[in-house]
């Protein structure tokens, strides 16, 4: 791992691509993955740019997930997992010193069953230190939450409400937080994640933002406060930290149980003629959905998921869910998302001189399964 390490943070922009290329050649060698390695391009793939090679796994993604088999899944996530004990040997076969199986037993049993689970809390200094460090640095609209900082004009959260439904902290600066990395790379989280995923967690993306209440009650929902589902890779998760009090009239997580599980899409779909037509047009071809439509034709409740600040939600969100407009008071969101591949965010490293510990000096080095977690989208921890 610290061979590997050392490349990673001497060309950290191609980090993600050499993940990919690399499991590709692993594929390629083996006749035993030949239908995946034909699905994925073959050796052709290995000359692609990166942007192409993006647009076929993107494409790979869409397509194991129309397919509706659960088990399909769970094998690709196991093939990655071969590939990343060969490539990686320095990620431990089981993450290390975060207990036993029993540590995450009931944590992982409501993943499975539901698609979500609530995490030990975090501390409220370190909750009201987030909220002032993101507070202060200002926010941006969604749409230049990729540019880096100072080259996008921060806004406070007063002026940003007046047209916006939600604005973000800039990547930068969220990465920056001090002690951002304790959390993203806690070994009780990346062993709870690992064993859901079935395959090594890398962080794939970090993310902060603010939802604004309007003044007289809540805005009119938009983008991802409508219901919708995520694909942000083969299996992924998300884990969310609320920094500050989230109830019912605050913007709560909105989630319909069971499905992130593809078998219930698919034991909910009419066997054939129009009606299947139709449902496949609802749940494939819309990318927002209402929560009528859903209880329609899935028979499912949703939960509004609430908590104080420092509630820990961890997430499958390829399930239906969306954002609720709060009314009463703003909400404030730290998410993590990790997945078992490079996917969201190999092809955009951040350009920064690296995330802070808690004491606002370089965030030490990881080793392990935490470096591995850590080493396309903060390559520098590695």
């Given at each position: ?102 540590d995450i037993g009931q ?136 920094l500050t009090d989230v ?136």
């Open positions: 791992m610290a061979d590997t390490a050392a490349r990673l943070r001497a060309d950290p922009a191609t980090a993600g691509v050499r993940w990919y290329r690399g499991f590709q050649e692993f594929i390629c060698s083996n006749p035993s993955f030949a239908g995946i390695a034909k699905m994925l391009g073959g050796r052709d793939a290995l000359a692609l740019n990166p942007t192409d090679l993006f647009r076929l796994h993107h494409r790979a993604i869409t397509t194991l997930h129309q397919g509706l088999n659960d088990g399909l899944l769970a094998a690709f996530a196991k093939l990655v997992e071969v590939y990343v004990g060969t490539a990686f040997p320095g990620v431990s076969a089981e993450p290390t010193q975060a207990g036993g199986t029993k944590s992982l049993e409501d993943m499975r069953h539901q698609g979500f689970t609530r995490l030990p809390t975090v501390d409220a200094e370190r909750v009201t230190a987030f909220q002032h460090w993101f507070n202060e640095g200002g926010y941006i609209p969604a749409e230049d939450v990729r540019k880096p900082m100072g080259s996008v004009e921060t806004r406070s959260a007063e002026i940003l409400r007046h047209s916006l439904n939600l604005a973000y902290v800039p990547r930068d600066r969220v990465l920056q937080a001090p002690g951002l990395l304790d959390i993203a790379t806690d070994l009780s989280v990346l062993k709870l994640v690992r064993a859901y995923l079935g395959a090594p967690p890398v962080l794939i993306d970090i993310s902060a933002w603010r939802s604004f209440a309007g003044e007289g009650g809540a805005k009119d929902a938009r983008d991802a406060q409508l219901l919708h589902y995520d694909l942000d890779d083969y299996r992924f998760v998300k884990f969310f930290v609320y109830d019912e009239c605050s913007g709560p997580h909105v989630f319909f149980p069971r499905t992130h599980r593809l078998e219930t899409i698919a034991n909910s779909m009419p066997d054939g003629g129009p009606e299947r037509e139709a449902f496949q047009q609802w749940y494939f071809g819309t990318l927002r959905k209402s929560d009528e439509e859903a209880r329609d034709r899935l028979g499912i409740e949703p939960v509004s998921l609430t908590g104080s600040p420092g509630t820990c939600l961890l997430v499958d969100t390829s399930g239906l869910h969306r954002g609720e407009p709060p009314s009463t008071r703003d909400r404030i969101v730290l998410q993590f998302v990790y997945g078992i591949t490079p996917f969201a965010g190999w092809d955009d490293p951040f350009e920064i001189d690296g995330p802070r510990g808690l004491s606002g000096g370089p965030a030490p080095r990881l080793t392990g399964e935490r470096a591995y977690a850590a080493h396309v989208i903060c390559p520098w921890t590695a």
